[in-house]
Nanobody, 124 residues
Framework: QVQLAESGGGLVQAGGSLRLSCAAS????????MGWFRQAPGKEREFVAA????????NYADSVKGRSTISRDNAKKTVYLQMHNLKPEDTAVYYC?????????????????WGQGTQVTVSS
C-alpha cells in the first residue's frame, strides 16, 4: 500500500510557475511508476506527466510539453512537477498517482494509488 500527499498548489498569474510535490509513504515507492493527472471542473481527469522508477522514461501530455518537468527523489520518496509559463487552461486539481509496479501510462487505470489532490488556479 502506498499513501500519497500532494502539496504546492495555489493561485498564480498567467506566465508564472509552480512546483508541485507528492510525498509518498507506505510499503514501497522506489519501484513504482509515478504519474501526475489533473481534473478541471466538469471535465474528465487527464494525464499530465509520468516517470518510471529510475527516471529513465518520462512522458508528457502535449498540453504541458515544454512547460513542465517531472522528476523524482527516491531517497525522499517524493515526486515533483515543475510547471512554467502557466496558462488559465492549466487551472485544475492536480493529482499524484502511483502504479502497483514499474508501469507508467497515460490512462488513470494504470495507477492503483492516488492522492487527494492540490488545487492550481491560474488567473489571466
Amino acid at each position: 500500500q502506498v499513501q500519497l500527499a500532494e502539496s504546492g498548489g495555489g493561485l498564480v498569474q498567467a506566465g508564472g510557475s509552480l512546483r508541485l510535490s507528492c510525498a509518498a509513504s507506505g510499503r514501497t515507492f522506489s519501484n513504482n511508476g509515478m504519474g501526475w493527472f489533473r481534473q478541471a471542473p466538469g471535465k474528465e481527469r487527464e494525464f499530465v506527466a509520468a516517470i518510471t522508477w529510475s527516471g529513465g522514461t518520462i512522458n508528457y501530455a502535449d498540453s504541458v510539453k515544454g512547460r513542465s518537468t517531472i522528476s523524482r527523489d527516491n531517497a525522499k520518496k517524493t515526486v515533483y512537477l515543475q510547471m512554467h509559463n502557466l496558462k488559465p487552461e492549466d487551472t485544475a486539481v492536480y493529482y499524484c498517482a502511483a502504479s502497483r509496479n514499474w508501469a507508467i501510462g497515460s490512462s488513470p487505470a494504470t495507477y492503483a494509488y492516488w492522492g487527494q489532490g492540490t488545487q492550481v488556479t491560474v488567473s489571466s
